[in-house]
Nanobody, 123 residues
Framework: QVQLVESGGGLVQAGGSLRLSCAAS????????MGWFRQAPGKERDFVAA??????YYADSLKGRFTISRDNAKNTVYLQMNSLKPEDTAVYYC??????????????????WGQGTQVTVSS
């Protein structure tokens, strides 16, 4: 069982930045595809970004503003979010999936999920 713990959420003004972190308990962390999803109130949980090895994948609408990265020595994945907008307000979830396949944008690919961290962007 892999445990994922997100941190770094909070309240920020529009145009500001936040960096989310997700610490994993798994020793073989480097073999997992790590993803970030977000869920706004009343909406579906949507794909944000994923990283497999050091290959990065993004939702088209977020390219250029969000950056995913990982530190395998720390079993941690990060999501740097810049130029934040009120519509980025959501609970952000970290997820881990074994190996890699091209279903990385879908929730069903991932085996483990964190508890989520709230990001609120004020206008």
């Amino acid at each position: 069982q892999v445990q994922l713990v997100e941190s770094g959420g909070g309240l920020v003004q529009a145009g500001g930045s936040l960096r989310l972190s997700c610490a994993a308990s798994e020793r073989t962390f480097s073999t997992y595809t790590m993803g970030w999803f977000r869920q706004a109130p009343g909406k579906e949980r949507d794909f944000v970004a994923a990283i497999s090895g050091f290959r990065e994948y993004y939702a088209d609408s977020l390219k250029g503003r969000f950056t995913i990265s990982r530190d395998n020595a720390k079993n941690t994945v990060y999501l740097q979010m810049n130029s934040l907008k009120p519509e980025d307000t959501a609970v952000y979830y970290c997820a881990a999936g074994r190996g890699f396949n091209y279903a990385y944008t879908t929730k069903g690919f991932y085996d483990y999920w964190g508890q989520g961290t709230q990001v609120t962007v004020s206008s």
